[in-house]
């Protein structure tokens, strides 16, 4: 099954949902990246959240996500875009840790992201055509991601959410299943359809244990949603990077004069890496000269 996302309402549009896969997205992540099992699950977790949040997006708009802990993880960033292209970056994906015991889901994932991730800040930012991006940003509740996302929904957009993201990595540290579902209530929806919700939630699998059976996101959210639900649209997801060697010559020149010319005398080149995708582009001592003569001439 290749990645995808599809969005619904039930409840008369009283309530919104988005079930995703995205194993191909964090596969793609983890490798470029070199993760090991956390990172890949920390990572994952993070990019399949941003692939929801984009498609919620219009046009050419886009949102970064940001997960700044204090655990040895260190900072996660993701962007997505309307088309549900995500990129991704984590800081240490070599870090790894003692698993943690128990827990609801333990026989599925054990990786303690909490732990990883730490304490810290999320921030989500909206850039929506105007002159100042739109920043949310909201306390870590717990470092899990998931958690962390519920919390800023309710905190900074006033919507009540259930969301469930999950990243399982094979023995072998290869990612065997990722998706997620992201379920909001809008106002007017009764206490009857909470309560049958919260039931079929409390006793619902853990979403990559579904997946790995070849459960598809439709199927995912019939089994959880009251009532009939309204399938709008399906979107593909996929692992995007923007990143051009025409933009990081820009980099360079605009490092001025003085910097290329020491760059130049002692490296002779420049290799510059996108932290997005880890594409590294070389620039030799003839291109070196070339944005030199230009940077002169400014
Ligand atoms: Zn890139």
Do not use: W
């Not at 949603?225 to 692992?239: A, K, M, Q």
């Amino acid at each position: 099954m290749s990645d995808y996302i599809v969005r619904a309402t039930a409840l008369d549009g009283k309530l919104r949902a988005f079930a995703c896969i995205t194993t191909e997205l964090v596969r793609e992540l983890s490798n470029r990246h070199g993760c090991l099992a956390l990172a890949s699950a920390a990572l994952g977790r993070t990019a399949t959240m941003g692939a929801m949040m984009g498609v919620m997006l219009k046009g050419n708009e886009t949102v970064t996500l940001q997960v700044r802990g204090d655990g040895p993880l260190g900072k996660i960033i993701v962007t997505a875009d309307a088309d549900a292209k995500v990129r991704g970056y984590i800081e240490n994906p070599l870090v790894e840790l003692p698993p943690k015991e128990g827990g609801a889901y333990a026989d599925v994932e054990k990786l303690d992201v909490g732990a990883g991730v730490g304490d810290g800040y999320l921030f989500v930012i909206k850039d929506l055509g105007m002159k100042e991006p739109y920043t949310g940003s909201v306390p870590l509740h717990n470092g899990e991601i998931a958690e962390d996302f519920v919390y800023y929904f309710a905190q900074s957009e006033q919507t009540p959410s259930a969301l469930s993201l999950g990243v399982l990595v094979d023995k072998d540290q290869t990612v065997k299943a990722a998706g997620g579902f992201l379920i909001q209530l809008l106002p007017g929806v009764s206490d009857e359809d909470i309560d049958y919700l919260e039931q079929q939630l409390s006793s619902f699998p853990h979403i990559t244990s579904l997946l790995v059976q070849g459960t598809t996101p439709e199927d995912i959210l019939k089994r959880l949603l009251p009532g009939e639900i309204n399938f709008l649209e399906t979107y593909p997801v996929t692992f995007t990077c923007d990143c051009t060697r025409d933009r990081f010559a820009r980099g360079l020149l605009s490092l001025g004069a003085a910097e290329i010319r020491s760059i130049l005398e002692e490296d002779k080149g420049a290799e510059l890496v996108c932290h997005f995708c880890n594409e590294k582009y070389n620039f030799g001592e003839a291109e070196l000269e070339e944005l030199l003569r230009m940077a002169e001439n400014r």
